[in-house]
């Protein structure tokens, strides 16, 4: 049978969708894995499809924009939106990931991580970090580097102010988006065993 990988995202003007699809070509890559990418609109109404796909799924993987140096309010929405599951610890044991983007290289996405790492600890989940060396921190280093921005804990990515999503965020944060897709990916399957 398949392991089901799912991917939560907000995204108020499609940067952060970019990143999330990145995220998930990264896990459908990993054969034998079913992804399904799952915008936070799609969790508005409670009795919605949506909900059972996370509930079945063995892996999830949470992203959104950092606004106001923490998650959007359009994830927080949905991360409330899921105390029912909480309460009953229905998510406990699954595996968990996530990923951010912002405008600014810092842009203080360390915190939105570190929400999104509270939030899968509230529900009893297992966090996988991201596990690529830093890139872009040495005299040979670029932009171009995977993990550019030197997280640990997931995924980020820099998408400048000025430029849409046709543009931003760059191929090397895309990369660095699809290794950690891929990553829960593996994990999983190894968690399903
Ligand atoms: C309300 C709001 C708050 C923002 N706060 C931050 C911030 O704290 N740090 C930062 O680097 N960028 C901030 N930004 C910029 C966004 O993170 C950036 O434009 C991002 O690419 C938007 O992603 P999206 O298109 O998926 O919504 C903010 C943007 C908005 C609209």
């Known amino acids: 049978m398949a392991t089901k990988v799912c ?3 907000h995204s108020g003007f499609g940067h952060t969708a970019k990143q999330a699809a990145a995220v998930a070509e990264g896990a459908r890559g990993v054969s034998g894995v079913d992804v399904s990418e799952l915008p936070v609109e799609e969790f508005a109404e409670e009795k919605s499809a949506a ?3 996370l509930d079945a799924a063995e892996a999830i993987i949470f992203g959104c924009p950092t606004y106001m140096g923490s998650p959007s309010a359009g994830m927080k929405k949905f991360i409330e939106a899921t105390s029912g599951r909480w309460m009953q610890q229905q ?3 699954k595996l968990a990931a ?3 983007n912002s405008g600014s290289q810092n842009g203080d ?3 939105t991580l570190v929400d999104l790492m509270t939030f899968v600890g509230q529900h009893g989940m297992v966090w996988i970090n991201l596990n690529i060396l830093p890139g872009n921190n040495s005299s ?3 932009v171009d580097d995977v993990n550019r921005l030197g997280a640990t804990l997931g995924a980020m990515a820099q998408s400048n102010v000025d430029e849409g999503a046709d543009v931003v965020p760059p191929e090397s944060d895309l990369e660095t988006a699809r290794q950690l897709g891929a990553r829960v990916a593996k994990c ?3 968690w399903a065993e």
């Open 91 to 93: 998510w406990a044991d």
């Open 109 to 111: 996405k360390q915190n």
């Open 140 to 142: 040979t280093g670029s």
């Open 7 to 9: 991917v939560v995202y």
């Open 98 to 100: 996530g990923f951010t």
């Open 188 to 190: 999983a399957q190894r």
């Open 51 to 53: 909900w059972e796909l």
